[in-house]
């Protein structure tokens, strides 16, 4: 079993940062692929970022991208969402998520196999 807990959620004007955080229980984090998702009210749950076990590989959905940056510390089982000139549009609850059996479809929801509570992400105009 894997617990991801999230944190660095809050309130931000645009144009603002924040640095998301999830951390993860057990002792294979090096063996997971992890995704940032979003899911806005009224919308679909989306793929937001994606990282590979050694952060060798990173993925982003475009809307982010030079905006977002996705890493991870896996001596502190840990992975990071930095974002950066948030807009109004980023506002969400904001979902960590393990891989544990990587296929290639990091941008699916359905490829991850644990997910965190989420951490709400407020963007003021």
């Known amino acids: 079993q894997v617990q991801l807990v999230e944190s660095g959620g809050g309130l931000v004007q645009a144009g603002g940062s924040l640095r998301l955080s999830c951390a993860a229980s057990?002792?294979?984090?090096?063996?997971?692929?992890m995704g940032w998702f979003r899911q806005a009210p009224g919308k679909e749950r989306e793929f937001v970022a994606a990282?590979?076990?050694?952060?060798?590989?990173?993925y982003y959905v475009d809307f982010v991208k030079g905006r977002f940056t996705i890493s991870r510390d896996n001596a502190k089982n840990t992975v990071y969402l930095q974002m950066n000139s948030l807009k109004p549009e980023d506002t969400a609850v904001y979902y960590c998520?393990?891989?544990?059996?990587?296929?290639?479809?990091?941008?699916?929801?359905?490829?991850?196999?644990?997910w965190g509570q989420g951490t709400q992400v407020t963007v003021s105009s």
């Open positions: 990282i590979s076990w050694s952060a060798g590989n990173t």
């Open positions: 057990g002792r294979s984090f090096t063996r997971y692929y």
């Open positions: 998520a393990a891989d544990i059996n990587y296929s290639g479809n990091y941008r699916n929801g359905i490829e991850y196999d644990y």
